[in-house]
């Protein structure tokens, strides 16, 4: 099972600054397998970036995703008041006997400084 | 507008059993495989089994099958997920969400609300 680390655990960032948010598979990965979600309090998650470079419908183009193998990348350009949020990074798997899985990382904490 | 809409937060026993839905609107219910998603602050999110309505296929995480049933009604476009003897463990926020599944990606598109699950003597 490919386990995904994120870091930093928390950013504490000022609105207007640029954030960097980091995601690591244990082993390689497609990107095609790799996506990324923003959940606010009392929300479930919401969409942001599919086969790791690809935004969902609707998200603004301050957020942009990179990265390919074992190092991905969420980067916010400049960060607006709703943006503060905790991110996660998503893996789907399939193993040579069809058993499908989905991991997620345990996130990163973007908060206000 | 997809819109998936999930039960309220429930309180339960030790021992009792429960199910829980997540219905959805707003686009063809049985072409889109549907998620549960578990979340606590100890294990943060974790797949546990999705449902395809179609034809009710079912796949699970090691880590949850033979601890959940999932069951489907085509025609009032609801899932659900069910517990027949629940433990103090099974207390977290439980999502549905649709699951795109391409060759651009496999991801989870539109989320419900969350159900608050619970389970306390």
């Known amino acids: 099972e490919t386990v995904l680390t994120q870091s930093p655990g928390t950013l504490s960032l000022s609105p207007g600054e640029r954030a960097t948010l980091s995601c690591r598979a244990s082993?390689?990965?497609?990107?095609?397998?790799l996506a990324w979600y923003q959940q606010k309090p009392g929300q479930g998650p919401r969409l942001l970036i599919y086969g790791a470079s690809t935004r969902a419908t609707g998200v603004p183009d301050r957020f942009s995703g990179s990265g390919s193998g074992t190092d991905f990348t969420l980067t916010i350009s400049r960060l607006e008041s709703e943006d503060f949020a905790v991110y996660y990074c998503?893996?789907?798997?399939?193993?040579?006997?069809?058993?499908?899985?989905?991991?997620f990382g345990p996130g990163t904490k973007v908060d206000i400084k | 507008e997809v819109q998936l809409v999930q039960s309220g937060a429930e309180v339960k026993k030790p021992g009792e059993s429960l199910k829980i839905s997540c219905q959805a609107s707003?686009?063809?219910?049985?072409?889109?495989?549907i998620g549960w998603v578990r979340q606590t602050p100890e294990k943060g999110l974790e797949w546990m089994a999705m449902?395809?309505?179609?034809?009710?296929?079912?796949r699970f995480s090691p880590s949850f099958e033979g601890q959940v049933t999932l069951s489907g009604d085509k025609s009032v476009n609801t899932v659900f997920l069910q517990w027949n003897s629940l433990k103090a463990s099974d207390t977290a926020m439980y999502f549905c969400a649709r699951r795109i599944f391409s060759s651009a990606g496999d991801y989870f598109d539109f989320w419900g609300q969350g159900t608050l699950i619970t389970v306390s003597s």
């Open positions: 082993q390689s990965i497609s990107r095609s397998s």
């Open positions: 449902i395809y309505p179609g034809d009710s296929d079912t």
């Open positions: 998503q893996h789907y798997y399939t193993s040579h006997y069809g058993t499908s899985r989905f991991t």
């Open positions: 707003g686009y063809s219910f049985t072409t889109y495989w």
